[in-house]
């Protein structure tokens, strides 16, 4: 497997680099800017190109788009710090086979290149929580959502994290009861 590692932080891509290797992967290229990272991609056709999305020159969702558009065989994965919905459905429209968020890189890079080498796409687990409430696009659920109280809203999200009746009540300073007709 042929890897290609393009960002223009040259610490972020000497380390993801020397990781990479030092999983046993072949590092056939590196860069610091779109331009060349497509022009590469497009000479070499490396199994998996990480990509960061902000480069000078071509951003890696540009970069995406176009090994998509151009049916090229690489698959890739962007490492990024951009957690919004709106930046990830754009690259999961363009086929992205890994989307991994740098802040959980060093837990999550080997995984996702194991599954996206098995074929298998591999989002972040912090994205893919996110996106299990997504509030992106306007939904029944989401507008009803958007109608609670901002009381009812903190008593929702304290249900969701298993608080007590009791306990919401005192951290609130609301009554128990007023908890309860809530849940």
């Given amino acids: 497997m042929r890897i290609l590692i393009a960002d223009d932080h040259p610490l972020t891509l000497m ?48 970069i995406l788009e176009k090994v998509y558009r151009n049916k090229m065989p690489t ?17 999961n429209q363009w086929g992205i086979a ?17 599954e996206v080498k098995k074929g298998n796409q591999y989002i972040s687990k912090n994205l893919e929580n996110d996106l299990l409430v997504d509030t ?19 008593i929702l999200e304290l249900i969701a994290q298993q608080k007590t009746s009791r306990q919401i009540a005192d951290m609130l300073f609301i009554s128990e009861k007023t908890v309860e007709g809530h849940r």
């Avoid at 779109?34 to 000479?43: C, V």
């Fill in 15 to 62: 380390g993801t680099k020397f990781f990479v290797e030092s999983l046993g992967y072949t590092i056939e290229d590196i860069c610091s800017n779109g331009i060349t990272a497509f022009n590469l991609i497009s000479t070499h056709q490396p199994t998996i190109a990480i990509l960061d999305i902000n480069m000078p020159g071509m951003d890696g969702l540009e």
């Fill in 75 to 91: 698959r890739v994965i962007l490492l990024t710090m951009h957690k919004e919905m709106t930046i990830f459905k754009k690259a």
């Fill in 98 to 114: 890994g989307y991994i968020l740098k802040e959980n890189a060093q837990d999550e890079l080997q995984k996702c290149l194991e």
């Fill in 136 to 154: 992106s696009s306007p939904s029944e659920h989401n507008q009803a959502v958007s109608k609670l109280t901002f009381t009812e809203k903190k």
